[in-house]
Nanobody
Framework: QLQVVESGGGLVQPGGSLRLSCASS????????VGWFRQAPGKGREGVLC????????NYIDSVKGRFTASRDLARNTVYLQMNSLKPEDTAVYYC???????????????????WGQGTQVTVSS
């Protein structure tokens, strides 16, 4: 069964760091990209970034450049989202999603991601 599961959310103070994990199962190694998305209260979902099967990162929004990055542990089938210098406006439910539409390359739209996790809450507040 193909699935992805996020973990690692929580409460953090402004300026702090948090690392989210996205564990995948059922996928062929090297065949899928993983995207991170978020949805703040009262707002629509937005893409944060995507990491390809080879580790190349595509940023979807400018506001996280230089603060957020992603990495993959192929042995653990896990992708990480490292979030540094967090701001209150980063507060949201964060989702990871997987896609094999382009055989491991990142895609440009959320609708091309076919497997979604349940989300994990990140709250940035003092």
């Amino acid at each position: 069964q193909l699935q992805v599961v996020e973990s690692g959310g929580g409460l953090v103070q402004p300026g702090g760091s948090l690392r989210l994990s996205c564990a995948s199962s059922g996928f062929t190694k090297g065949s899928y990209a993983v995207g991170w998305f978020r949805q703040a209260p009262g707002k629509g979902r937005e893409g944060v970034l995507c990491i390809s099967s080879s580790g190349d990162i595509t940023n979807y929004i400018d506001s996280v450049k230089g603060r957020f990055t992603a990495s993959r542990d192929l042995a653990r089938n896990t992708v990480y989202l490292q979030m540094n210098s967090l701001k209150p406006e980063d507060t949201a439910v964060y989702y990871c999603a997987a896609t094999s539409v382009l055989n491991g390359l990142c895609v440009s739209t959320a609708r091309m991601f076919t497997f979604w996790g349940q989300g994990t809450q990140v709250t940035v507040s003092s």
